[in-house]
């Protein structure tokens, strides 16, 4: 029996979220040089099949969402080296991503 996400998505477009900040001994898909980082949720995709979990051989069930965040490139790297309306945009799954 395949599992459906609970609930509605935590988060919406617009949303100030900041990345959860962890060093697991294990894959994971969230790139240390943006954990602790604060952006903005672009868009929501839907719920897949958490990668984490079935890159050691799990289902990756239940389905968690993955957002589409946006941060601004001066407060990833060295402040003022980027232009202001630069963005760096990544996927991350909502484990990864707490309320700012």
């Known amino acids: 029996m395949v599992e459906e996400p609970t609930g509605q998505a935590r988060f919406k477009p617009g949303d100030r979220v900041r990345v959860r900040v962890d060093d697991p001994p294990r894959h994971i898909r969230t790139p240390a040089y943006i954990q ?4 903005r949720i672009e868009a929501v995709h839907g719920a897949f099949r958490n990668p984490e979990l079935r890159a050691h051989g799990g289902s990756g069930l239940p389905k968690p969402f993955l957002y589409l965040v946006g941060f601004d490139l001066n407060s990833v790297w060295v402040p003022g080296d980027a232009p202001p309306q ?3 945009f990544i996927d991350l799954y909502e484990h990864w991503l707490e309320s700012a």
């Open 36 to 39: 602790g980082k604060i952006g």
């Open 86 to 88: 630069d963005k760096l």
